[in-house]
């Protein structure tokens, strides 16, 4: 079982569906609105989790009402919190619009993920005894770097997602071993990631791309019907993850099998699929050529 070390954000994620975005300076009635626990940190934790990892998670909640419920979270998908620390102020919270092609907007404030400035000893063992430290853009950057210096110093993988996408050091991106980009950050990240052994580019419907020291592989995309895309990109980074050690094309496969059943749901870690299901579509798939019209796999007849 693979032993994963997160350091990243958790955000309590206030999601309104509407039939199609506000314009500016428009008020449009929305048809339902949910609180659901999220934050690409904790999102990529539990579907690594939930891909049959080993995970820690190292972050921050706040003392607001949203703190107790965000580490139980963690806590009820067996993720070990015992980095979770509670910091004075706000939780993360991420307001979110879900329209009726599943299309998602959001505006993220960092609250309590901007208080994780430093590692302490437990961090740093948790790093130290993972097999892939796993981190995102949503904590400050100085914090990631040292997760990724720390897990470099002892043979601990780095596994980066940065996203949101923003301006990292020729330091920090030396330090990454594996990087996990949509198509957007791969246009705009396209120098830093030439430097990463590995690349996985992630392309919604149409599937994603690895791209190694070695070689190149291409996973189609898998036909589902779009309930809503957030948190897509977190299953897809944590499946990964969890199945990195089964070497890349087998991790593809069942990250973008991951990735794909996780747009079926409301929510971002509602939606995060289990290892059975995802493994029973995986063996499906495997066995079905692509639609010559679509070029995507489908799961129509299971
Ligand atoms: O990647 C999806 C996540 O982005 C949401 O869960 C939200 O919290 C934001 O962080």
Known sequence: MARIAV?????????TRTPRPPLPGETILGIS?????????????IAARRSGAQVDFIGATGTDVFGTELRKVLEDNEVGTAGLRTSDGSSGVACIVVDDSGENSIIVVGGSNTRLTALTDTDRDIIAEADILLCQLEIPVDTVAEAARHARAHD??????PSPAQPLSPQLWELVDIAVVNEGEAERLSAELE???????????????????????????VAVEVVD????GDA???ALAARWDEGPEAALAWACTAGALAVTTLGAIAAIPVASEIQRIVHLLRRQPPDPLTGQLSVRHT
């Not at 609105?33 to 990529?44: R, T």
């Not at 895309?229 to 897509?232: I, V």
Request: proline share 5%; net charge neutral; glycine share 20%.
């Open 7 to 15: 350091v990243g954000s958790i955000n309590m994620d206030l999601v």
């Open 33 to 45: 609105f949910d609180m659901l626990p999220g934050g690409k940190g904790a999102n990529q934790a």
């Open 156 to 161: 601990t993988l780095v596994l980066l997602n």
């Open 195 to 221: 430097g990463v052994d590995h690349v996985l580019t992630t392309r919604g419907g149409a599937g994603a791309t690895y791209r190694g020291p070695r070689d190149s592989v291409t996973h189609p995309g």
């Open 229 to 232: 895309t957030t948190g897509a």
């Open 236 to 238: 897809f980074t944590g």
